[in-house]
């Protein structure tokens, strides 16, 4: 009885250190996913006074009336707006700035690829304070279009950062390739280089819609009196946190996963076709 013990003891030993990793990776993820799972809980609640900390009762009321809070969807499509237009214009010169780092050599090249990682490594408020600075000397109105501009230059380094890591990784013989067989430039940047560089301008443009929507420091010096939807929940914060926040955050929350399932799908399902 005792050695049955003893081996059931050591096989459950066993199991746990080979699949240690694995254990650590789950309850780090679940870590991560409670707060959305609180915002998601919340979201169906209805509290009896202006802040939604503590559980009252189930309802939904907040999901049928989104927009019931005043400046909440407002804020919420300027927010959008902005992430997306900052998202195109960083992608676009960050797609440039890496294919010009990559493939070509001119002086300053290294110097340039130092400052590229500044505003990434350098605190928000420092890079606040600076635009602010600029736009005030400038004598430029403070609201979309600095918010605009402010969001393009901070998003500009993830974006060349995700993008050079990619084309760095492409193998310039299938260029050639195209090239022998009487392929234009146009035709060769469009047909072979852009869809291999393609995953790393996807993920560089995701990054660069992520960080814009929820910036609030850089967005806060630089707003004036425009409010976005992060700047809508800080002041929400102080005068009460109304339940259709919570809806907002758990609807784009679903809405990622959702994201990103499908393209997880979509990459099997060509995986499949090549194989």
Known sequence: MDTRRSRISGTSVNWFRRNL??????????YLLLPNVVVTVFSFNKPNGRFNYEWQQFSTDAWKD?????????????????ALWATLGATALGTAIAFALVRYRFRARGAINSLIFLPMAMPEVVMAASLLTLFLNMGAQLGFWTILIAHIMFCLSFVVTAVKARVMSMDPKLEQAAQDLYAGPF???VRVTLPIAAPGIAAGALLAFALSFDDFIITNFNAGSTVTFPMFVWGSAQRGTPVQINVVGT????IAVLFVL??????????????
Do not use: D, E
């Not at 990793?21 to 679940?30: D, K």
């Not at 499908?262 to 194989?275: C, D, F, P, V, Y």
């Open 187 to 189: 035709q060769t940047f």
């Open 251 to 254: 609807a784009m929350f679903v």
């Open 262 to 275: 499908a393209s997880m799908a979509i990459g099997n399902r060509r995986n499949r076709r090549k194989a």
């Open 21 to 30: 990793v694995v254990i650590a990776g789950l309850l780090t993820l679940a």
């Open 66 to 82: 989104p927009c019931g809070v005043a400046g909440l969807c407002g804020s919420l499509s300027l927010s959008l707006q902005i």
